[in-house]
């Protein structure tokens, strides 16, 4: 049997990037501390990967990298939660100058981490609860996401209708959204969760679509489906549209990629509403949270990128057809204004 520490070896190096590769080696102009000397590194210790979404948000973890003239190493332990602790003890043993946390699960990252920061390690954390108020937690304002999805589905349903809910607890970006789930029923009595599903067992959105055929033959009473999570969402339409179902179900999810604007955008599609960040910006903010924290700063414990409402409606009468013309033709979701001292340089767009 092949041992788990040569699994690591082999699965660490795979996923390797280098950004920057030390091109400001002679320091930021008027930079503070360590980025005046410049050649530094830091790391990346993923847990999830799967999807637009986290595409998205690694380009803009490199695009902010280079910018800063910082070489950049991934670890992607593809939803492992153990091999993502042992990947963070690695990233330590390299020497990196910081580390982004990527998503996790609580329970097994929230000892290394605490450990990675006794050492002087300075750690900042993207949607995994590291129970650490020397870690500061990058958001994208989970709880105002799931808010705005659910304005809409109120809007546009009323507030009384049987719905679906897809959830996998313990993941922290999906645990704050419940808990906005979980105050708007009580706010409206009339909204009834008659199914409840979810996994995160990839293809997740292959394997969500398996598991919405099967509630949706015992619940055909359904109207709504709330789905947090685009990978979830992308799942639900699949077995909605399988059903065919899609004029008498709406999805209402979190999160946006071109995939999704595409299915968004289909004849009669019941996918009508997300609430989103732009996680090419989210992935540029916590590499400047990190700049800034590697400075001795601390950039807060929470810092939150706010999220934009896009329903379908928005998308064909914008004609809005990919991600950058969301940016384009919706301001609000190119930029966010966060994290942004003046000594550091911001990627070039365009």
């Known amino acids: 049997m092949i041992k788990r520490r040569t699994i690591l ?14 091109a400001l080696a002679a320091g930021l102009p008027g930079a503070p501390k360590p980025f005046d000397k410049g050649g530094l590194r830091i ?21 902010q990298a280079k910018a800063l003239g910082i070489e950049l190493r991934v670890f992607d332990s593809r939803q492992d939660a153990a091999l993502q602790r042992e990947m963070l003890e690695q990233a330590v043993g390299l ?20 450990r990675a920061v006794d050492g002087g390690m300075k750690v900042v954390a993207f949607d995994v609860n ?24 109120v809007k ?14 313990g993941i922290a970006p999906l645990d704050r959204r419940d808990e906005t789930w979980q105050k708007v029923k009580a706010a409206n009595p009339g909204i009834r969760e008659v199914a409840r599903w979810g996994t995160m067992d990839n293809p997740i959105a292959n394997a969500v679509a398996n598991q919405t055929g099967a509630v949706l033959r015992a619940n ?30 709406k999805i209402y999810s979190a999160d946006i990629s071109t995939a999704d604007i595409q299915a968004m955008r289909e004849p009669d599609s019941a996918w009508v509403a997300t609430a989103a960040t732009n996680p090419a910006v989210v992935g540029e903010v916590c590499v400047r949270a990190l700049a800034v924290h590697m400075t001795g ?3 807060g414990q929470q810092v939150i990128v706010p999220p934009t409402l ?36 911001l990627p070039r767009r365009g």
């Open 9 to 22: 070896t082999a699965a660490a190096a795979a996923p390797f990037v280098l950004s920057g590769r030390f």
């Open 43 to 63: 790391a990346l210790v993923r847990y999830l990967s799967t999807g637009d979404f986290f595409q998205a948000y690694l380009a803009g973890v490199e695009r």
């Open 95 to 114: 020497g990196v100058d910081g580390i982004i946390v990527q998503h996790g699960l609580t329970e097994t990252m929230k000892d290394a981490v605490a």
């Open 130 to 153: 590291c129970e650490n108020p020397k870690v500061p937690q990058i958001e994208q304002s989970d709880r105002d996401l799931a808010r705005l999805a659910l304005e809409q589905a």
């Open 156 to 169: 546009d349903n009323g507030n009384a209708f049987p719905a679906g809910y897809v959830y996998v607890a």
């Open 220 to 249: 055909p009473g359904i109207k709504v489906v709330f789905a947090p999570y685009d990978e979830f969402a992308k799942g639900v339409k699949i077995a909605v549209d399988e059903a065919g179902r899609n004029k008498d179900i």
């Open 297 to 299: 700063e601390f950039p």
């Open 310 to 345: 896009i329903t379908r409606s928005d998308l064909i009468d914008k004609s809005i057809t990919n991600m950058q013309d969301l940016g384009q033709k919706m301001p609000q979701f190119e930029h966010a204004d966060v994290v942004v001292p003046k000594w550091l340089p």
